[in-house]
């Protein structure tokens, strides 16, 4: 329970952070330049010459560093093989484009570490492979054949791995230690969180297309196409954040974090209202573009959340014999709801079992907010002794839960002083880690080929 606690007051500081900045949540596009930013370009606009964007082939020499197209290949096979899929056509040419691109950061961050002479050695590189290997299940020798049969490289992992080991580094040496929070600011977020108690918050991931008002009708179909992909429920959220989204927030699946409706967009605080937690939503039209988003949680601030109560469970389930209608299969579940409506406590559920021959797990540990969302509702309302509805499907059979005991959520306390200084030390690390990164790509000399 102390970590479920420690989460909740790591989540409020986050959200008295956004409060402090002057900016809604919302992320934008990672231009270094917001709007025209003073550059005096003219609406009615004509262009001289001819704009052909496959002139960009995906090979670039970056300080002299190059970037092959094989580069390119392997990266996206590699995340291929991370997301268990394949991908084609034109969402492929838009992964290769984006891979190229952090491929670029990826080496301007290394030849900054670098500079400041911050390597990452053989040996660290080493373990770190093995360990993703072991997350594989295999052997690191495995695991590189695993990666060649899939169109990748150990080198291109090897490469990644070194990329964000140089850049955190960096971070650790360059930036955090110029990098201070006052007393005085740490009390004014603190009450910034009591002053919001009781507030809705939303937990939101976003994927941002940009999209001007002459390439409206083309964002919105790129969006939609987005959507559409997103509705196949092959890949998680965060993928798709992760592979298309123009935010800076990409780089961490879309995710917003904690936001109240007022630090949001209006267009995007009202679709958040009307959404339920595990609903994807979109296009959004938001000034300069459209965003997709996924609610992943909401809950009210510093304020015990019901969806928290821990629960004793049992699970009562029924299978169906191979072949079966599904009219057997409907009136096998109204006698399946019957008999669980008539229990009389937990205690009588292996009796039932018996007599149905049906199987029964004992869970003492799941929270409401684990459970689908269509079950949350029920659950919030059950007696202890009462049985949810049967759910399920004919090929897998019928289910119920039966709740022996909750264990209800406690009200959230404060964070500490050494906790809101750590989360505000740790956001403007991001902030300047990302104006750093900008100022790379401006002095840098890419070439494409």
């Known amino acids: 329970m102390k970590h479920l606690v420690f989460k909740a007051h790591v989540a409020a500081v986050s959200l008295a952070i956004g409060l402090a900045g002057a900016g809604w949540a919302q992320t934008v596009q990672d231009n270094s330049v917001p709007d025209t930013g003073g550059l005096n370009i003219p609406s009615n606009l004509q262009i001289f010459g001819k704009v052909d964007p ?3 082939k995906a090979t670039a020499i970056v300080n002299d560093t190059v970037i092959t197209g094989t580069d390119v290949d392997q990266r996206v096979a590699l995340i291929e093989a991370a997301n268990n899929t394949k991908i084609a056509g034109e969402e492929r040419e838009r992964l290769k484009l984006q891979v190229l691109r952090q491929l ?21 590189l080493n373990q770190s492979y093995n360990r993703v290997a072991q997350n594989f299940k295999q052997s690191p020798a495995q695991f590189t054949q695993y990666l060649r049969q899939n169109g990748s ?5 090897r490469r990644q791995i070194e990329g964000e080991l140089a850049w955190q580094r960096y971070l650790r040496r360059q930036i955090e230690p110029l990098t201070n929070v006052g007393e005085e600011e740490v009390k004014s977020i603190l009450q910034r969180i009591e002053q919001s108690k009781g507030a809705t918050e939303y937990n939101l991931q976003e994927i941002y297309i940009a999209a001007p008002p002459e390439r409206a009708a083309e964002g919105a179909a790129n969006a939609q196409r987005i959507m559409q992909e997103i509705g196949k429920q092959q ?3 965060a993928y798709y954040a992760r592979n298309f989204s123009e935010a800076t927030t990409r780089s961490t699946g879309g995710d917003l974090g904690w ?10 605080a009202q679709a958040a209202a009307q959404m339920q937690v595990g609903q994807v939503a979109g296009p959004v039209e938001v000034p300069g573009g459209f965003s997709i988003l996924y609610l992943t949680d909401k809950r009210q601030v510093l304020t015990a959340d019901p969806r928290n109560a821990r629960l004793s469970l049992k699970q009562l389930t ?8 599904q009219a057997q299969a409907t009136q096998r579940a109204a006698a399946f709801a019957e008999a669980t409506r008539a229990l009389r406590g937990c205690g009588t559920v292996d009796q039932l079992a018996a007599k149905l021959g049906a199987e029964v797990v004992d869970n003492d540990t799941v929270r409401i ?12 309302n059950l007696q202890v002794g009462q049985s949810t509805p049967p759910f399920g499907t004919p090929q897998e059979g019928v289910r119920a839960l039966v709740l022996c005991g909750r264990d209800d959520a406690q009200s959230a306390q404060l964070p500490s002083v050494e906790q809101v200084q750590n989360q505000l030390e740790q956001a403007r690390v991001n ?4 104006q750093k990164l900008r100022d790379l790509r401006r002095d840098a000399i890419v070439e494409y080929r």
């Open 259 to 268: 936001v109240r409706a007022e630090t949001l967009p209006p267009e995007i």
């Open 104 to 124: 670029i950061d990826e080496t301007l961050q290394i030849q900054e570490a670098a500079s400041k002479e911050i390597t990452v050695t053989p040996a660290e």
């Open 153 to 157: 490289s150990e080198r291109s992992l």
């Open 54 to 56: 496959n002139v960009r």
């Open 431 to 434: 902030l300047r880690a990302q």
């Open 235 to 237: 890949q998680p959220f």
């Open 318 to 325: 029924v299978r169906f014999p191979e072949g079966v209608t």
């Open 369 to 380: 907010r684990d459970l689908p969302a269509q079950l949350q509702e029920i659950m919030l």
